[in-house]
């Protein structure tokens, strides 16, 4: 089991940027944490008030943007301009070649989102960008899926994505790797994660990165919310 904690992470402060990278990402480089399967990046950014990054380049990556307070502004080479608010999800493929550029859409309050990075199964093609929101109708709803449904968007890859929410109340939940590679992101709360006969203590900004037919129960004590990714078993 691969632990990565909040506090251990890759840290950058550019007075109007603050961001926490799980991996290694730009000028923090470790050689312990290259990604997890095709996943290269989970950015935990925090934006100032009418702040954000400039029109920039990327290629050959699947890039989604899961914004937890606050609203980001997007604009793209691809005529798409929109605003992404707190709960929704946005994913974006920068396939042959796409700028952009991602503002917080406030001039009065900071934004937070998750940036994350996903290597596609197939290198060029036509860039791509959805956005939506997607009910909580369960403990786990599937937001990206590998064929796209009414109710869950794709990426290009074989990857799938779950938001995990739990309340005191619920039951433990139970996330199986199902022969593929997995990792967990807590986004916000605490909770007991048990593997095995292994029982530890997660929190804000914590991953757990699992292979194989392995299954982790997480259970909470207050309000829980986390990602969990399945992902390729190799890449």
Known sequence: MYIRR???????????????????????????????????????????PGAGF????HRDMEIISYVTEGALKHKDSEGNEHII???DIQVMSAGSGITHSEYNASTKSRVKFLQIWVLPSERGGKPGYAQTRIQQDDTVTALITPEPSQNTLSIKQDMSLFRVVLQPADDAVELSTRGKTGYLHIVKGLANLTHSDDSIEVTMGDGIGLSGDEIITLSSTGHLEALWFELPASV
Do not use: C
Not at 27 to 38: P, Q
């Open 85 to 87: 608010p707190e709960g």
């Open 6 to 48: 909040a506090d251990e992470r890759g840290k950058a402060d550019f007075g109007w940027l603050q961001s926490a990278h799980s991996f290694s990402f730009g000028h923090y480089y470790d050689a312990n944490h290259m990604g997890v399967s095709a996943l290269r990046v989970i950015n935990d950014d925090t934006v100032a």
């Open 54 to 57: 400039a029109t920039h380049g």
